[in-house]
């Protein structure tokens, strides 16, 4: 037995605090006494559940877990399946590349029917309602009767002028006992009825690709390069355009309701060597012309085959593979277009429609078949090991297929015995005793949580238990209490026990351990630092007191976090607190304005409480201070500033701050720096040497001294000179 996994890695989580929570009816409030934070984490939507793994399983595009099919596989001679057909018997026919043989799938067992002389590949087969068995082979102008009973094919009629007006028989379908042949590459339609050959309708495009006849008898086709859908009648032997695609190819259309759904696909174009195809110059020519019906891409990850383009060094691809995007499109008698489904990063090969209206899509990669419910709801339904599936076929109830890459066939066997699902892992962040857990589901499910304090599960986690005290709540949804024990680490899984299971919404309810915001390396700097100060014009005004205050965090658990400083000035014993304004400080820094504390060493001290997000039983602080540093707004001083020309001396200090610079200017002219008798501006006090300029003119003058410390406090005075 073969089995079904669907690309179910899912379950990311949501998690929410809510004071109280309620769903269909039920709400869970927390006492007084132990008032709580309550955090759940939900699974409801397609990306959530496809965090995590699923077996015979798979989720819709609206976020609903379903039990899959069990299958059963047979290998078949060949690379690929170019053709399949099933026949009254339940066998099955299948087009290969293996020297242009038919092979017969009856069960589990496999054997070669015939081999059309000269045929590389057997492209499209058809049964008409007398029995007849007709294929199509590469290359090829000529339909062949296959007798399946004594392993015959004979050659039937000619379609064409010749072999240049029809090279290969791209697909074919019956109607009574006339078959449609759709050939390339001249794109014609030709119709055999008791073996004569008719052409009956002209594309105007290279090849037709698709071929399908509706309830009414009227025949679809679908072609290629263009993209095109006609519907021919032929009743009046007329053809009308029913859609144009922006791609280049119609790989597959089956009836639909009141038209057909199409596979319309864009392929990347290989270089010709002998010059561009007549699409390609078109476009060039005319880039603003109308290019057909677009498909609509979803984005990457929020629907099954909303893949992300594999990378060129990773994509080894197989020899002879295309590359391209399709879509699926629902095209109706009236010719209105609807989009079912469309891939991102590969194409569609087949399409079938079952009998419940759910279509079913082969793609050319990632091996998956995809189906498209009645309520357009989307499912990777089949996810196996070959990499394309390139054929389908429906019995009405049960799906089959067939493959590319290694050959083979699968075939359903009933819905999957062992339908399993099991979440990602919940992260809590902390060690949580977890609480209610909710679903909805139908049909028979059985759910189960285990825990653990490893994020890997494995060694050290709990047994996989059943919830206690199981009940309904109102509105489809059931819960009971987690009997999983308190863990950081979280995960469910369910089992779809019936053919009507369905579980659309899993949700726990947890209280993890409070964790307190860390404060950690508290620094404290001027908010604005001039440099060289005593050279600008703003010397003169006051310098800012303010202090900036900064402290990095680290809070785990996301809590909302508030602030409070506090000052001490050494030698002193408390702590004087910090006005913030009157909204709690809930940023990372504070401009402390300084001008009311007296000069001196002072140590800030910054404390959280992670008290507005729990209740006062749960709530944490925590605290770091800085280092000492000086609160310094006092201007140095100059003192004993003696003039000697063409020299002066001074000395500055400060009782707090080094000295760090100073400037003079004479009889108000430019400031230029100065220096200390001993070069370095290193003390609280320097003694100022000034080189005054020399040839200065004989009269009254004016020096100017300004000292700026550390702190940015600048202080200054003059003194006037003369010159004999």
């Known amino acids: 037995m073969n089995r079904f996994t669907a690309s179910l890695r899912s379950a990311k989580f949501r998690r929410s605090l809510v004071v109280a929570a309620g769903l269909g009816g039920l709400a869970l409030f927390a006492s007084n ?68 043989a038919i092979f017969q799938v009856k069960g589990d067992a496999s054997k070669k029917v015939v081999s059309i002389p000269g045929a590389i590949a057997v492209v499209s087969l058809a049964q008409t309602s007398d029995g007849t068995v007709w294929a199509g082979a590469m290359p090829g102008n000529k ?17 064409g002028k010749d072999a240049k007006d029809v090279e290969t028989v791209w697909s074919l379908a019956a109607s009574g006992v006339t078959v449609y042949a759709g050939t390339g590459p001249s794109g014609k339609l030709f119709a055999v009825t008791g073996g004569a050959a008719k052409e009956v309708f002209d594309t105007d495009d290279k090849r037709i690709t698709a071929l399908t006849v509706t309830s009414d008898g009227k025949v679809w086709l679908g072609t290629s390069e263009r993209a095109l859908v006609f519907r021919f009648d032929p009743k009046d032997g007329k053809g009308r355009a029913m859609a144009d695609f922006a791609g280049n190819e119609v790989s597959s259309l089956a009836p639909y309701r009141d038209g057909v759904v199409a596979a319309a696909n864009d392929l990347a174009e290989a270089t010709v060597p002998t010059g561009k195809t007549a699409t390609q110059i078109e476009a060039a020519e005319k880039p603003n012309a109308a290019k057909g019906q677009t498909a609509k891409a979803p984005d990457v990850g929020t629907k099954p085959g909303a893949d992300k383009d594999t990378p060129a060094v990773a994509d080894l691809g197989r020899k002879g593979a295309k590359k391209g995007k399709g879509a699926l499109f629902k095209i109706g008698g009236d010719g209105r277009l609807d989009q ?51 054929q389908l076929w429906t019995d009405g109830k049960t799906i089959s297929f067939a493959t590319d890459d290694t050959a083979a066939a699968y075939r359903t066997t009933g819905r999957a015995a062992q339908a399993k699902y099991m979440s990602d892992v919940l992260d809590a962040k ?14 028979r499910t059985k759910i189960e949580t285990r825990s653990g304090n490893t994020a890997k599960p494995g060694v050290g986690w709990s047994e996989w238990q059943s919830p206690t005290q199981v009940g309904k709540l109102g509105g489809g949804a059931e819960g009971g209490k987690v009997a999983s024990p308190a863990g950081r680490y979280l995960q469910f899984r369910v089992a779809l026990e019936d053919d ?35 050279l600008k014009d703003s010397a003169a005004k006051p310098r800012s007191p303010v202090l900036k205050v900064k402290w990095k965090i680290e809070n785990p658990d996301s809590d909302d976090t508030q602030y409070t400083l506090e000052a001490r000035r050494d030698g002193e014993a408390n ?36 008290s507005a997000a729990n209740s006062p039983d749960r709530a944490l602080t925590s605290s770091a201070s800085t280092t000492m540093f000086a609160i310094d707004n006092t201007r140095p001083a100059i003192e004993n500033l003696s003039i000697t020309y063409p020299r002066a001396a001074a000395r500055a200090a400060d009782a707090l701050s080094t000295i760090s610079e100073m400037a003079f200017s004479i009889d108000d002219g430019p400031w230029q720096l100065g220096t200390t008798t001993d070069g370095l501006f290193d003390d609280l006090s320097e003694d100022l040497r000034i080189d005054l300029p020399t040839g200065l003119p004989r009269g009254t003058h004016t020096l100017a001294v300004r000292v700026a410390d550390a702190a940015g406090n600048v202080g200054s005075t003059s003194a006037t000179f003369v010159i004999k």
């Open 430 to 443: 902390a060690v949580s005793k977890f609480g209610k857990l909710t679903w909805v589901a139908t049909g």
């Open 33 to 100: 006494a132990h008032a709580v934070v309550t955090a759940t984490w939900t699974v409801e939507t397609y990306q959530q559940f496809d965090a995590g793994d699923a077996t015979d399983a798979f989720i819709t595009s609206t976020g609903e877990l379903r039990p899959g099919w069990d299958t059963k596989r047979t290998a078949l001679e060949g690379d690929a399946s170019w053709s399949a057909l099933r026949l009254a018997d339940g066998s099955v026919l299948i087009g290969s590349d293996a020297g242009g």
């Open 500 to 534: 009507s299971a369905r579980v659309r919404k899993v949700s726990a309810y947890y209280v993890p351990q409070n964790l307190a915001t860390a404060v950690q390396e508290v620094t404290v700097e001027l908010a604005t630092k001039e440099t060289t100060p005593t």
């Open 143 to 159: 339909l062949w009767k296959i007798d399946v009973a004594a392993g015959k094919a004979s050659a039937g009629p000619q379609l």
């Open 340 to 390: 079912l489904h469309a891939l991102t990063a590969t194409y569609f090969t087949s399409v079938v429609v079952s009998a419940d209206g759910a279509v079913f899509a082969g793609a050319a990669d990632k091996g998956r078949v995809y189906m498209v419910d009645g309520d357009g709801a989307v499912a990777t339904a089949f996810d196996i090991d070959e990499r394309s599936v390139s």
């Open 575 to 610: 702590w004087r607190p910090v006005a913030t304004g009157k909204t709690p400080l809930t940023a990372t820094t504070w401009d402390w304005n300084t001008e009311t504390y007296p000069d001196g060493w002072y140590k800030v001290r910054v404390t959280s409480s992670d």
